[in-house]
């Protein structure tokens, strides 16, 4: 055998695929551990939506190949979904590409815009995907730090040689610290992005939890020039396992990323489909509904995080509470006391990059007997 690719020797195995397989076999060793690790949503989605894909899969016709951009009926709703709830108006046919999962969305639009030895500004902290993504494609990932605002340090790039980046990533809501983010933030990214001639791609999928205003990087004027945004069912809709998301954008770069795209997949099974529809389709109630729990369930990790000794903020988004532990504290000590001690797991920050060194990360994604347990573990 000629051994494999350089890419597998550089490459990290995903933070959480190498650790919630020790916390699987701690609990099939008997440990009652309580998962505050993870974002995946236990709630479930709506009837209707599972009802949509249930009468989809019933039919004989509906197991085949499917259009890899997907079927025109979901296109169209997600266009009005950003139009009802975003403010936003995209054309269906050439500005949107459903995918699966916006995870995966990460690396169709990567692949499709870099080049070997190209540059990449990432947030710090940040998604860690978007760091991996960029390695495993030969290119450089540039952190760029947040201020207390959670916007970069416009100042700061404003210094840096920027000729070789060509990718700006953004998320806001941002993972993991909550900060919204604004139209005005929004307004200097686009500005940056227009000076430097950069791609700007502003990941969306946190946009209606615990946030009453939800904002699209189109909603400012030029942003469609120099910008895409990906979004995702799985925390809005409940659905993470179904693997629904999209890219928005320009037509030609859309098209671009359908290339690439066509070439890694044979197309979203039908029923998830046709319950993606369904699901784009829910009115308000549904946001007031699912926010109101994680709201009572916030409230509940913020006792958490204050029994260990957290400095956190009360302003923030998305299904996390993001804490800074004391400075003669160790987040990493903490986790693996929590884990080994206490029974519970929760999420180091440095694996989100340097800046997140001495914070934790806190899940919401339990319902409240199960934090209300954490709690009382820690009182013990």
Known sequence: MKGFAKRTEEAKEYYFSEKLREVNQLIASGKPIINLGIGSPDLSPPNSVIQAL???????NSHGYQSYQGILELRVAMAEYYEREFGVSLNPDQQILPLMGSKEGIMHVSMAFLNPGDEVLIPNPGYPTYRSVTELLDCKAISYPLLSDGSPDF??????????????????????????????????????AQKHDLILINDNPYSHILNTEPISIFSIEGAVDVALELNSLSKTFNIPGWRVGMVLGQENWIKAITR?????????????????????????????????????????????????????????????????????????ELVDWLLYEKNIFITPG???????????????????????????????
């Open 350 to 380: 440095e694996i989100f990059g340097e800046e997140g060194e001495n914070h934790v990360r806190i899940s919401l994604c339990l319902p409240e007997f199960k934090i209300l347990e954490a709690i009382k573990r820690l009182k013990n």
């Open 155 to 192: 100042d700061l790039l404003e210094k840096q040689d920027l000729s070789k980046v060509k990718i700006l990533w953004v998320n806001y809501p941002h993972m993991p610290t909550g900060h919204r983010g604004s139209k005005a933030l929004f307004q200097k990214l686009v500005d940056c």
């Open 54 to 60: 249930q009468n989809t899969a019933s039919h004989g």
């Open 260 to 332: 690439i795209k066509s070439n890694m997949d044979s197309g979203m099974f039908l029923g998830i489909q046709r319950g993606a529809v369904e699901a784009l389709r829910l009115g308000k109630n549904w946001f007031a509904d699912i926010n109101e729990e994680y709201e009572k369930r916030r409230k509940l990790v913020w006792d958490l995080a204050t029994l260990l000794d957290l400095d956190f903020s009360k302003d923030r988004s998305g299904l996390f509470v993001w804490g800074k532990l004391p400075v003669d504290k160790s987040a990493q």
